[in-house]
């Protein structure tokens, strides 16, 4: 095992060194190695120019590059950490790194708070969480009346706005996640543990290359 020299890695905008970014996240250095190599797949998938362009993020989420997400707009927002439009390598590695079984429950929990926090003014209101809940049910093939949708957005924000002002904060977030964990679930992929082993896997399941498939 060794990390990237100069000499064997075309320089691509927002490269970082592996070593670097190992240290930063539960990642290992061949671990980090491995996602270089995911990320030039998808990076190349449409535009070849070393980023991850929200096109090519649709594609490797739904195969589709057109298909439009409020769920997948709002996690290409969030690993578009300079908000240039664009997904750096390590933007990609330290984004994924949230994800990791071994990050902290804390960031976990803030990642999904920003998730959801759609106008990003610091809370989580009950249209934005509407929202939301509409797209993940899309996303799932889910289809539920418009009175079953509002019951259980109803429900959730009551529980949530612990001090009823009509929003729910950071501090309230925490303390309703902490007594529902289950709400980040989704926040764990467990293949992460070992992407080395699991990098293959990944590459078939996003479908980037038909040939692969």
Same mark, same amino acid.
């Given at each position: 095992?060794?990390?990237?020299?100069?000499?064997?890695?075309?320089?691509?905008?927002?490269?970082?060194?592996?070593?670097?970014?190992?240290?930063?996240?539960?990642?290992?250095?061949?671990?980090?190695?491995?996602?270089?190599?995911?990320?030039?797949?998808?990076?190349?998938?449409?535009?070849?120019?070393?980023?991850?362009?929200?096109?090519?993020?649709?594609?490797?989420?739904?195969?589709?590059?057109?298909?439009?997400?409020?769920?997948?707009?709002?996690?290409?927002?969030?690993?578009?950490? &300079?908000?240039?439009?664009?997904?750096?390598?390590?933007?990609?590695?330290?984004?994924?790194?949230?994800?990791?079984?071994?990050?902290?429950?804390?960031?976990?929990?803030?990642?999904?708070?920003?998730?959801?926090?759609?106008?990003?003014?610091?809370?989580?209101?009950?249209?934005?969480?509407?929202?939301?809940?509409?797209?993940?049910?899309?996303?799932?093939?889910?289809?539920?009346?418009?009175?079953?949708?509002?019951?259980?957005?109803? &429900?959730?924000?009551?529980?949530?706005?612990?001090?009823?002002?009509?929003?729910?904060?950071?501090?309230?977030?925490?303390?309703?996640?902490? &007594?529902?964990?289950?709400?980040?679930?989704?926040?764990?992929?467990?293949?992460?543990?070992?992407?080395?082993?699991?990098?293959?896997?990944?590459?078939?399941?996003?479908?980037?290359?038909?040939?692969?498939?």
């Amino acid at each position: 095992m060794g990390c990237f020299c100069s000499k064997s890695v075309k320089q691509t905008p927002g490269y970082e060194e592996p070593i670097v970014l190992a240290a930063e996240t539960p990642f290992t250095v061949s671990e980090v190695e491995a996602l270089y190599e995911l990320f030039k797949k998808l990076s190349s998938s449409i535009i070849d120019d070393g980023l991850i362009h929200k096109e090519e993020f649709n594609l490797a989420l739904f195969r589709n590059r057109n298909k439009r997400n409020l769920f997948a707009d709002r996690i290409f927002d969030l690993f578009d950490v &300079k908000q240039n439009g664009v997904i750096e390598f390590g933007e990609f590695v330290r984004s994924l790194g949230v994800f990791h079984p071994d990050a902290p429950i804390e960031d976990k929990t803030a990642f999904a708070f920003r998730l959801y926090d759609l106008r990003h003014t610091g809370y989580i209101e009950q249209e934005e969480l509407k929202e939301m809940v509409l797209a993940l049910l899309h996303e799932s093939d889910l289809v539920l009346s418009e009175d079953v949708v509002e019951t259980i957005v109803d &429900k959730t924000f009551s529980e949530a706005d612990a001090k009823g002002d009509g929003k729910i904060d950071q501090e309230e977030w925490e303390e309703f996640v902490s &007594k529902n964990p289950s709400l980040i679930r989704n926040m764990t992929l467990p293949y992460l543990k070992d992407i080395t082993l699991a990098f293959p896997s990944f590459v078939l399941s996003s479908e980037v290359e038909d040939s692969e498939v």
